[in-house]
């Protein structure tokens, strides 16, 4: 089902949200940028999975991402209470992402 919120994050291509995941820097706004990159990785992906054609490269990239988004949701849920948000790293598996951008 598509709520109103859901549409609005629509219109922003799954790319722009998911580099703005990876690079939010306020610990406390990660939650939701990972929220917002997820929910435009899963419609883009049934926007795929509807299409025809050939589009392997970027349900590749849409896989990748996912897996980042659900790995840094569970850092973050793991991460210790007493830690700053300064100290919070980016996930290494980000560079591959990169990759992806530029091939894109």
């Not at 709520?3 to 820097?25: C, D, F, H, I, N």
């Amino acid at each position: 089902m598509i709520t109103s919120e859901t549409r609005g994050l629509a219109t922003q291509p799954w790319k722009v949200l998911y580099q703005a995941a990876m690079t939010e820097t306020e610990i406390n706004k990660l939650p939701e940028r990972l929220s917002d990159a997820e929910a435009a990785l899963i419609a883009r992906a049934q926007e795929l999975f509807y299409a025809s054609g050939d589009d392997g490269e970027e349900g590749e990239s849409l896989d990748n991402a996912m897996c980042i988004v659900h790995s840094l949701r569970h850092s973050l849920s793991r991460r210790a209470p007493g830690v700053p948000s300064q100290t919070v790293a980016m996930p290494v598996s980000q560079r591959k992402s990169d990759v992806t951008w530029q091939t894109a």
